[in-house]
């Protein structure tokens, strides 16, 4: 006779419920619904896989952003030293990892060890599409000065499944990016 939490998970997949996968789960769909790219088994959590922070750091260059328009960025490096991220500054990173999703929808999460020593890794942007494939623009925000290093296990991804038909994501603002994408929302407006 199934465990009563068994028989809960075979009802939830019985209906259409909304899961997310486990670390095991993760780890048998690399190289078909999931590549992660470089790939570490010691990253690989109970129902997440955490992420490394680029050496790279993006800053506007104004103060007033618009919407309406390409915004000036200055492109920063982390040395081996580290970085300290100022309160009260928006600092664009990325993951070191180029990511591919299929079939599910990716989602990513400062990791806890991050958030309390009260650095943001992600404003709003932690919702993924399904067929996304490329680096993880981070929106890092701090609320006191933390010094931050290239290579650090920053954020962690996680893989609901979805539900009923879809179409992938096909966008041409961030699909395929090779670097850290500031917004393009201006090309809404076009």
């Not at 619904?33 to 997440?48: A, H, M, Q």
């Not at 492109?75 to 599910?104: A, C, D, M, Q």
């Amino acid at each position: 006779m199934p465990s009563m939490a068994v028989a809960s998970l075979s009802a939830s997949c019985a209906f259409g419920g909304d899961m997310i996968l486990s670390g095991i789960e993760i780890k048998k769909r690399l190289g078909k619904d999931i590549k992660i790219e470089p790939y570490d088994e010691k990253f690989l959590n109970p129902n997440s896989y955490n992420l490394t922070l680029h050496d790279e750091l993006l800053v506007y260059k104004e103060s007033l952003l618009d919407m309406k328009k390409p915004n000036e960025t200055q492109l920063l490096k982390i040395p081996e030293s580290g970085f300290v991220i100022e309160p009260g500054r928006l600092y664009l990173g990325r993951t070191r990892e180029l990511t591919e999703t299929h079939n599910l929808v990716p989602m990513l999460e400062g990791r806890s060890s991050v958030g309390r020593l009260g650095l943001f890794v992600h404003i709003t942007a932690g919702f993924g599409d399904i067929g996304f494939r490329g680096f993880w623009t981070l929106e890092i925000s701090s609320i006191q000065p933390v010094r931050i290093y290239p290579g650090v296990q920053i954020c962690q991804i996680f893989y609901h499944t979805v539900e009923g038909e879809y179409t992938e994501y096909k966008s041409g603002k961030y699909q395929g990016n090779t670097g850290i994408q500031p917004s393009l929302i201006y090309k809404d407006f076009e």
